[in-house]
Structures are given as C-alpha cells and as structure tokens.
C-alpha cells in the first residue's frame, strides 16, 4: 500500500492530526509555498468541548465534528489522507503509517491526548471515556441502555445500580457531564420511563483531589460546587478510586459505590508516535523549545496537547486546552512562511484567554484574565464562546435552534441507542 502524495517542487510539511492545532496550521499554509501532507485517523475534526452533550443526547455528533476534506475544497498545496501514524525514522525523514511510509521536509506532531487510566487495566475495561465522537455515543448508549435493564430488574439494589451515574474527575468535563446528567434526571428520564422512581438514581462526581475544578479558580470552584449540590449531584473530594469491575467502585479509606455506569474523565497522556529517545518525551508529552521544536529534532514539531514547553511557571508544560493548540499552529505558520523568506523565527507566549464551565441550561463559570463571574450572564457568555468557535455556518445556526428548542421545550431528541450491526463485511 502506497500514500500516493504526487510528486512537487514545494518543500514537503507532514501534519499528523487535524485536531484544533493540526487543521489550523493546514489552514495557514493552504495554499502558501509548501507541499502540506495532513493525516489523522479519522476523515472528519472534533470539536470537543462539546462531547458531552452528545453523550447526554444533547446534540447529533454530526452537529460537532467537521469532514476534513470539505476545508480544503479551494486549497491546491493540501493532500488529505486517512491514516494512522506509526513510527517516525528520523533519520531517513520519513513516517510510517498504516497506508504506506510518507517522507517529509518537516513534520509536525499534533496528534493530541488521550484517556489515561494510570495503568489501571480493569478500570480501563469497565469505564466509559469520552475522548472521541465515538466514545461519546458509546456513553449515550451505555445510559439508555441501563434505562432499560433498570426497567426489567426487580431487585431494589440493582436496579438502582443501573440507573446511578458515576463520574471520576471533577474537571470541566466531569463537572459538565454531571450538570447535563443531572438535567436528563429531572427533565427527560422521567417522561421516558415513568415506570421508574428516579429517587433511586445518584449522580456521583468522584474527585482526588480537595474541591472540584481544581485548574480554576476558587470562586469557580465554590460557584459549580454549589450549583452542582442544588441539582442533586453527590460529590465526593479527595476520592481516590482503586478499582472497579464493572459494579461497584472501589476507593480508597471511602464505602463502596454500585453502578453500572462509570465515567472516566480523570486524566490525560498524549498520543505519541513511536521513533523517538525516552528524552524527547516528558509525561507522555513531546519535549519542545519556544519555537515548537522537538528538542534536538531539527524539522520535526509538535504543537498542542502532545507537546510539552517546559517553563519556570508551567514546569510540566502548558495547559492541555485549545487555546495552546491553536496559538502554536499560528505561530509555527508564521514562522515557517518566515524562515523560507531567510527571516528570524519567534518564540512561543501564550495568552491566556481564560477558562469556563457549564453547570446546566442556564449557569456557567468564568474565568477570564480580568473578571471572574459565575451564572446565568457566564452561561451566555459560554453559549456565545462555543458557538463562534465550532467550525461551519451550518453546524453553528444547527446547534443555535437544539439549544433553543432546548431551552424551551426542556425535550431534547436524540435518545437513540444506536448499536452496531454484529455481523459487518470485511475490507
Ligand atoms: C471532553 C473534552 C472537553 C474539552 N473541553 C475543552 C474546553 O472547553 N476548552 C478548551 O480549551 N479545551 C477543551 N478540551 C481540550 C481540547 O479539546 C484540547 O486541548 C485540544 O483538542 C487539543 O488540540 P490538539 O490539536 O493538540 O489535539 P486534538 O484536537 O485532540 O487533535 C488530535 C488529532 O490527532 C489525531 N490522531 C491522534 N493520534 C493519531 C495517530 N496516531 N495517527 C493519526 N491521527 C492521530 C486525532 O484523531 C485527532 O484528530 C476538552 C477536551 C475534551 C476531551
């Protein structure tokens, strides 16, 4: 099997990626003095902060997810392919990849991060992630489809352990998870299936740490607390979960807690690609200079949740967020248009453009560089974040009217449990 990248003159960039900071370098530089190869395993981009409305049937994954190809339609320096990345020889400049080797001028990392579990195999065998538009759905699936064995189980006990939630990690993502949960408890489930008591069901946002939301502030952290408490959701701080085989949570110092549903949102480790000396890599994370270089990599970079700035005040790296991602692949753009001109490349600073959370259909925290507000004023001012920054007209006028309809209706539409065929046809 062949890539089959046609031959140019153009020096050769290989994008691996098209995250936030891969499709925004590719963007960049389509149609700029460079052939640029951009990979990633799947043919379409995520936008992620919304996973967790798809897995509480708050939005279609088509609503969020982007097909790569339609972005470069106008672009005549970009070649599209699926595959997955393998191995980089970087002396012989090529990667290998599931469609064939790929040779490059320069090659950049921005394959992003996945799940981690801390080397914990059950854990990881029994727990729903939420790192991909496909494991979002596989969570909507997983609680619908505990809806309905609670309805056909007689035993108190288990029933209840079907309909409970649990949730590790109390970051934006859990802290979300468990708002949006919470809301399908009271609004949805309950017309769904009012053959159930929904006092039998718990929401539980299991966190290690001594208060929710860590990585922000504390006045965020107190606000999600208290809305989190007002919608019903248990939380539990300096939880530190040991075990789970597929009921019951196991914890340390803590009593047990049965479900059949456990989230994992409690860490990540970057994908890295093979090829590289144990110090390249940092906690999982490529080990880069202030120009996005590889350490002792000359023409190979990394950009985003794979790569790792090591600073007097982020000694481990930047925060694993979008803004970093796509402030780099800005700043790699630059400064490869730059260097081809004989200009000086610059260095890496990132503006902090602040952080949220939502809590729900109508409260929200902020964290911005200046002011620090939590509520409805910081739901719509999240609303208005997320909207501008998914990509396409349609996909922001498409999910505009399901949060409105939402938001009016308290209904949302899309409680399928949507499985796969057993048997499929092979390649
Ligand atoms: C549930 C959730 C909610 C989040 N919410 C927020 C938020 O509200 N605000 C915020 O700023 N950040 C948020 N983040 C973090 C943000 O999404 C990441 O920081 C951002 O996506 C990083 O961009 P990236 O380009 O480094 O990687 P990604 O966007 O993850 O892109 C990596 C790409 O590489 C591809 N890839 C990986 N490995 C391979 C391989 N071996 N071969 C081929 N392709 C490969 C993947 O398919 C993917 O398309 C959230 C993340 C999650 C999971």
């Not at 320069?106 to 729903?128: C, M, P, R, W």
């Not at 619908?144 to 949730?167: G, H, P, Q, W, Y």
């Not at 970093?324 to 753009?333: F, G, P």
């Amino acid at each position: 099997m062949s890539a089959q990248i046609p031959n140019s003159d153009l020096p050769r960039i290989l994008i691996i990626g098209a995250g936030f900071g891969g499709l925004k370098l590719a963007r960049k530089l389509s149609n700029k003095a460079f052939q640029i190869v951009l990979i990633d395993r799947n043919n379409y981009h995520q936008f992620q902060p919304l996973f967790y409305q798809v897995a509480t049937a708050g939005l279609a994954p088509s609503a969020i997810s982007f097909p790569i190809r339609k972005l470069f339609h106008k672009a005549k320096n970009v070649h599209f392919r699926v595959a997955e990345a393998l191995k980089v020889d970087t002396k012989a400049k090529t990667l290998s990849t599931d469609i064939g080797d790929i040779r490059y001028d320069k090659l950049v990392i921005a394959t992003g991060a996945d799940t981690n579990y801390y080397g914990n195999e059950e854990i990881k065998q029994h727990s729903f992630p939420m790192k991909s538009t496909s494991e979002s759905l596989q969570l909507r699936n997983r609680i619908l489809e505990c809806m309905e064995l609670a309805l056909t189980e007689k035993i108190e006990a288990d029933r209840s352990a079907f309909m409970n939630v649990a949730i590790v990690g109390a970051g934006p993502t859990g802290v979300e998870l468990a708002g949006a949960i919470s809301e399908m408890r009271t609004y949805i489930l309950p017309k769904d299936y009012p053959e159930l008591d929904f006092s039998e069901m718990n929401i539980y946002l299991l966190e290690a740490g001594d208060r929710i939301l860590g990585t922000m502030s504390e006045s965020a952290s107190k606000a999600s607390h208290s809305f989190l408490k007002k919608m019903g959701v248990q939380i539990i701080t300096n939880a530190r979960v040991t075990g789970y085989k597929g009921t019951s949570i196991e914890m340390s110092d803590l009593e047990s807690i049965n479900t059949k549903t456990l989230i994992w949102s409690a860490g990540v480790a970057g994908n890295v690609v093979a090829g590289f000396d144990p110090e390249n890599i940092l906690r999982s994370r490529m080990r880069i200079d202030s120009h996005c270089q590889v350490i002792d990599q000359a023409d190979i970079y990394a950009i985003g949740d794979i790569a790792a700035i090591e600073g007097a005040d982020h000694p481990h790296g930047h925060p694993q967020v979008a803004q970093v991602a796509m402030q780099q692949a800005d700043l790699l753009a630059k400064n490869f248009i730059m260097t081809s001109q004989g200009k000086r490349a610059k260095k890496f600073t990132y503006q902090d453009l602040g952080s949220m959370a939502t809590i729900g259909r109508s409260k929200a925290v902020a964290d911005l560089p200046f002011l620090k507000f939590s509520g409805f004023f910081a739901w719509i001012f999240w609303l208005f974040v997320h909207l501008m920054n998914i990509l396409g007209v349609k996909n922001k006028l498409f999910i505009f009217i399901e949060w409105l309809w939402y938001y009016l209706s308290f209904d949302q539409s899309l409680r399928l449990v949507i499985k796969q065929k057993k048997s499929q046809p092979e390649d």
